[in-house]
């Protein structure tokens, strides 16, 4: 029975050799084509929540691409070493070509997690002007949600800490930070159907029961009157 | 200092489990699996076991107090001590000695990774939204109510509790919580360093397990992850946790596949099944790995594997408390992308190419988070493919990507309901498949001898087979 074409060990091992280029060919046009301003707002109109949301652009600050580039461009110039006979073969005399990928895949991807490390050192220490070890909890949810944060203080200073909130706003959407952060205080999310509370029995019912003592409408961007209290007793 | 005592008492007890649960295999099968899985492994279930048998009782209604972990550190005492023959083999050498090119620097970067870990756990407490908001409370409830029938979790009316969600991942972090309330966020991360030591341990034991190149193709794609990393606090502590259980359950399906010991099969299956007390999206992993092991069977000595398949069966209980959770409690308001996702009627396909579109460009353009895992990965899969087993291949890759199809259908359903901005949670998700992904990528199984000679005997003339020689 004849070989097939794909046996013979040339054929074999150029499609090996393409096969094994490929990614850091990719890789590196594609990081390449991210510092052109014009290509990179194409890629993030295609990811366009990337640039709106605040976790996004923190890790997009953390990004250490110039050192990723640069080990990118290691790699191109090693591949261009392996282009040329002479020097390949006496490459390849050391170690096999498909090693030299992954020592070249895996510098990048080292020089990367470095990178990144001591990009986060930094980025902390200007974040919250202190050393990293000295970064309490309350710093971090002021730094992460700074309005919530302080709403949250002031509730728990102004009320007992098990006072009870019918909660909510005009807006569908349940904002779930104020009850996190005012624990122990109780959050039942239910508004009155009418604009007279004492109208609407399941709501009513609800008030007795659970002894609710207030209803709190909440709108976390507002600069003034964010909360906006109502006793319902 | 007795907090300290306490907490570095809380972890021994954990490793101890750990210890415990893995000396229940058999020795032999012991011995076969690589070193460093064996210790990693170890790690890793004793953090999310001694999480799973406290569940249990928080289940049945009872109080969690801290004396319940010393009640774990005497059962695991119990089975160490019995089982102290098998535990001799937790420290046998490997058989072969594997060299990964570029090693050294593989390990500066693995070292690097475990270093900003441990750093950034004790030292930055949650720094992402859901992980502030919504799973820091349900913690923080536990450790003050010490009860998972505490109105704040189970009163339907209430704003936070979606009650519907599994909690193993609070069971694990519970008793740092309880020792220190004052700095419950920063210690219940203790666990978190744990595991993912454990991750990198079994990456490296897996990596030997497939050889030079291709394990360092792994250590490359799944250990170097930048995300897995810097995920824990940056982006979620439950999605890399997914991710830790996903790649020892698929790891293990394919030393199963290779040798059919019926250890291999009850940690995968604890380890998967592990995912679906963690997260919803453990429910589509499980079900891609049962279906895994499914293909294993049919290719290959289906009677004996089929045996064992029975008699794991029961591990398929390890679902039951979530499942129990969901059907007692009624959930108070229900979510719209759950309600839509049930009956399925907003699936549309120009929303499946709007998230394969946001798939890839999540994955191809975020170098800090992802590195050049996905270019490893089609590496991988393009160079491993010529080896000719392909039923196990698809069998590894079946969990990875049914939890992903899982992603991409709840974010194709999600594109009409909310905001743009939602999408970004796509890149946290991602981390519960990212690691067996590139398992499955890295794995090439051999051809199977029998496979060998009847090629041989085609090329040859079709001569009689002999496979004894």
Not at chain 1, 202 to 224: H, M
Not at chain 2, 129 to 147: C, K
Not at chain 2, 188 to 213: E, H, N, R
């Amino acid at each position: 029975m004849q070989k097939s074409e794909l046996d013979r060990p040339g054929l074999k091992r150029s499609c090996f050799l393409v096969a094994s280029l490929v990614p850091p060919i990719v890789g590196l046009v594609s990081y390449l084509a991210i510092r052109i301003p014009g290509v990179r707002a194409g890629i993030l109109r295609l990811v366009p929540y990337r640039e709106q949301h605040s976790a996004a652009v923190i890790q997009q600050m953390m990004a250490p691409r110039a050192i990723l580039l640069a080990s990118l461009t290691l790699i191109l110039i090693l591949t261009g070493t392996m282009m040329v006979p002479r020097w390949r073969t006496r490459m390849l005399r050391a170690r096999a070509l498909g090693d030299w990928s992954l020592v070249l895949l895996t510098t990048a991807q080292v020089l990367a997690v470095i990178a990144v490390f001591l990009d986060l050192q930094f980025y902390y220490a200007r974040a919250f002007g202190k050393p990293i070890g000295l970064i309490d909890n309350d710093s971090v949810l002021r730094y992460v949600m700074p309005q919530t944060w302080k709403h949250s203080q002031q509730l728990l200073a102004m009320l007992p800490s098990d006072t009870s909130f019918a909660y909510g706003s005009e807006r569908k959407e349940i904002f779930y930070p104020l009850p996190s952060f005012a624990y122990p205080m109780k959050f039942y999310f239910r508004r009155p159907g009418t604009p007279d509370w004492t109208q609407d029995p399941a709501f009513a019912a609800l008030v007795r029961e659970r002894r609710i003592s207030y209803l709190l409408d909440y709108y976390p961007f507002q600069t003034t009157e964010s909360l906006a209290l109502r006793p319902l007793r | 200092m007795t907090s300290l005592l306490l907490t570095s008492s809380i972890a021994v007890i954990q490793v101890l489990v750990g210890i415990a649960t893995i000396s229940l295999l058999q020795p032999s099968t012991l011995r076969t699996l690589p070193r460093l899985f064996r210790a990693g492994s170890a790690l890793l279930l004793g953090v999310a076991v001694s999480g799973f048998l406290t569940l249990l009782p928080a289940m049945a209604g009872a109080t969690i107090h801290l004396w319940w972990w010393g009640t774990l550190a005497v059962g695991a005492l119990f089975v160490t001590v019995i089982r102290r023959t098998a535990i001799r083999n937790l420290f046998t050498p490997d058989a072969g000695r594997v060299c990964f090119p570029g090693g050294p620097l593989a390990f500066l970067g693995l070292g690097v990774l475990l270093a900003w870990v441990t750093l950034d756990c004790f030292a930055l407490p949650v720094h992402e939204y859901d992980g502030l908001v919504i799973w820091s409370y349900r913690l923080r409830v536990l450790a003050h109510e010490h009860t998972l029938f505490a109105d704040s979790l189970r009163d339907p009316e209430r704003v936070i509790p979606q009650p519907v969600h599994p909690y193993l991942l609070p069971m694990c972090q519970l008793p740092y919580a309880m020792i220190r309330p004052d700095a419950w966020l920063r210690l219940a991360q203790i666990p978190m360093v744990m595991v993912y030591a454990g991750y990198l341990l079994m990456v490296v034991g897996a990596a030997k397990s497939l050889g030079s190149t291709r394990g360092a193709l792994l250590i490359c794609c799944a250990g170097l992850l930048p995300c897995l990393g810097f995920g824990i606090t940056e982006i979620s502590s439950r999605e890399p946790f997914m991710g830790f259980l996903g790649f020892a359950s698929v790891v293990l399906l394919a030393f199963w596949a290779e040798n059919p010991r019926p250890g291999y099969l009850i940690l995968g299956a604890a380890a998967a099944f592990l995912m679906q007390q963690t997260k919803i999206e453990g429910l589509p992993f499980a079900g891609g790995w049962c279906m895994g092991v499914l293909l294993v069977s049919v290719g290959d000595n289906p009677r004996v594997r089929f045996r064992q398949l029975v008699a794991c069966a029961v591990f398929v209980l390890l679902t039951l408390p979530w499942a129990m959770m969901k059907s007692h409690i009624h959930a108070g308001h229900v979510d719209p992308v759950l309600r839509d996702y049930s009956v399925a009627t907003k699936f549309r396909v120009s929303d499946v190419l709007t998230i394969v579109r946001l798939l890839a460009v999540e994955v191809t353009c975020r170098p800090e988070l992802y590195g050049l895992a996905a270019f490893g990965m089609f590496a991988g899969v393009l160079t491993g493919w010529k080896r000719r087993n392909a039923l196990r291949r698809l069998a590894v890759f079946a969990a990875p990507l049914a939890c992903l199809c899982a992603i991409c259908a709840i974010y194709a359903v999600r594109q009409t309901e909310l905001p743009q901005e939602r999408n970004a949670s796509l890149t946290r998700r991602l981390l519960c498949v990212l690691p067996a992904m590139a398992f499955a990528a890295a794995y090439a199984p051999a051809t199977r001898r029998l496979e060998i000679q009847e090629t041989l005997n085609r090329a040859e003339g079709d001569l009689p087979a002999d496979i004894s020689n």
